[in-house]
């Protein structure tokens, strides 16, 4: 009386027994039937993940979090996981990033496995992952790892211009795979821990080797430069290698859009490195195959007998165009370069094995100069190394491409809109792990629980540009805000300097919500929350927030805090399970409707007012602890409610 089925959660495929008839009771003909079915449902399932997931699995089964190695190979993986994990607010991708690390991490900060005297910026790359854990978790030891690395990176040997030494055995030697293994996480480094002048530091790594190693026939990188010219792969005029490698110029355009994330604004190199990313676009764009979307593992040199079309050479691009453009770095006619070598990839290196499994074909096991037996970066020894299977290399960067390109699928929906999250009436300061007083709680770059940055990082999915505004709201300021958030108004045990919401606010809010904006009202519970002056700008909208407190959970009873969400909802039409706790419900009254009555109880209500809306909800429950996966078990949908609000509340937007 029993039969297991199939049904496929979060966590991969589960069985469950049903109480009926046995299996062992059907003709065999019916049982050959069933298994047919099962991998038939299994292989579509499957097919239906996007290849970013797909191939994460891949890595996850590969190289397991227990076993892991301080190696760049691997550092790669992890960012490709990084990146999956902030695109499905899934908890396993993270804990394997945290798993892997903690297996090299100990609690003292001292990495096993990394030696600082090698002086090799091949071991900076896993300090990436480290800067995520930091950011996240603001573990002391997170932090310690991260000061080790960077105090490699201010004893690091220099050639004469200020380049640093690609390892110490390395002299005087600059190779483009190095910036992408330092600059990233030099990057992350100085913007996490106020280190602003790092910045110009980071630039002149960028600078120093374009100068040296573009050549001016085909917009390209040489793989290497030696400023001594000792080396025998070294010209002696120049000191560049003989050849364009892919791979490497792969790595330096994405250390260029990886470094310009963090790069501050007012900084006079930031449109210097805009300049060099732009440049080599150009150029990656030429040598483009125009058949096959590819690129070559020697570059330039498409048409020589034995070169032939690389795979992780032509991820990295694909990565570096699509985020470039996504992100405003390069012209947005990038995307469809990008795209066509997307698909490529797919047609040409991705196979499926019998049991599902997805695999990368065509990376090259590696390609460096120098060292023994020698390489003499030669057009010969490019093509002499091994062609392989799933390279970690190879399927990091795949990952990478595939989450960039996955970002496009809704990047026009946004487009051209911008998101603002309020400052002022929430202006809450505190000390951060290096001593210095900062602005914190519901900022789309905070990842720690109390921060937006998954939500921010849904908004950037639908083209929506995120900014904070940090002064009092006015009409002239608010116009350059499509969506405007105000959260949680402080009160004063929050901050002794409370800025309440008066009269010249409320006029210059609602005449912007009238004139089309889009105001989101994510207020919290009695005793942790302004009502009184809140109240006063809400009633315009016809929405009072009680002062009550509903949903509280002891301990991790979540289910407690549970609402489910009816067929229909005008918001939320995936999500149908989400969390909130110690709500504050709602009154409303014309213009205002309930969006959403639990209990009878209102929890959400929306209002439109003249040409703008009006969402409204008494708890903050958009932030990280309740969407970016770690806490919530898996049934409940507080990432996906998200996505959903974030699609309506464009959804909002005036047409102009």
Known sequence: ??????????????????????????????????????????TIVNAQQPWSQRMAATAMKLWPDTAGRWTYEQGVVLKGIEGVWMQTGDKKYFKYIQNYMDGLIVDDGTIKGYKKDDFSLDNIMCGRSVMLLSNVTEKPKYYKAALLLRDQLKDQPRNAEGGFWHKNKYTNQMWLDGLYMAEPFYAEYAYAFHEDTDYNDIAKQFIVIEQHARDPKTGLLYHAWDQSRAEKWADPKTGLSQNIWGRADGWYA?????????????????AKLLAILNRLAIAIQKYQDPKTGLWYEVMDKATEIGNYPEASASCMFVYALAKGAREGYLPPSYLAIAKKGYQGILDKFITTDANGQVN??????????????YRDGSYKYYLSEKVVQNDPKGIGVFIQASVEIERLANLSAGNGKVVTVDSYFNDEHR?????????????????????????????????????????????????KSNIYIIVDPDIPKENPNTKYIEEPHIKAISEWVHAGGVLVVLNNDTGNAEFKHLNNLMLKFGIQFNEDSRNHVEGNKFEQAAIYIPEGNQIFKTAKKIYIKEISTLKVSPPATSALTDKNDVIIAVAKYGKGTVFAVGDPWFYNEYTDGRKLPYDFQNFEAANDLVKWLIEQIPEK
Not at 22 to 37: D, E
Not at 360 to 373: D, R, Y
Not at 455 to 472: C, S, W
């Open 431 to 479: 000390e951060d792990i290096t001593g210095k007083i900062v602005s914190y709680h519901y900022k789309w770059d905070e990842m720690t629980n109390n921060g937006f940055s998954t939500f921010g990082h849904i908004f950037n999915n639908y083209g929506v540009k995120t900014k904070i505004l940090y002064d009092a709201p006015t009409v002239q300021n608010l116009s």
């Open 254 to 270: 994405m250390a260029l859009v990886d470094v310009l994330d963090k790069f501050p604004a007012s900084n006079p190199n930031r």
């Open 360 to 373: 990368l074909n065509g990376t090259v096991s590696v390609g460096g100069l120098g060292g023994k037996p």
């Open 1 to 42: 009386m029993d039969k297991m089925i199939l049904y496929h959660g979060k966590e991969g495929f589960r069985y469950k027994t049903l109480n009926i008839y046995s299996v062992h009771h059907l003709p065999m003909k019916k049982i050959i039937c069933l298994i047919i079915l099962f991998f038939a449902c299994f």
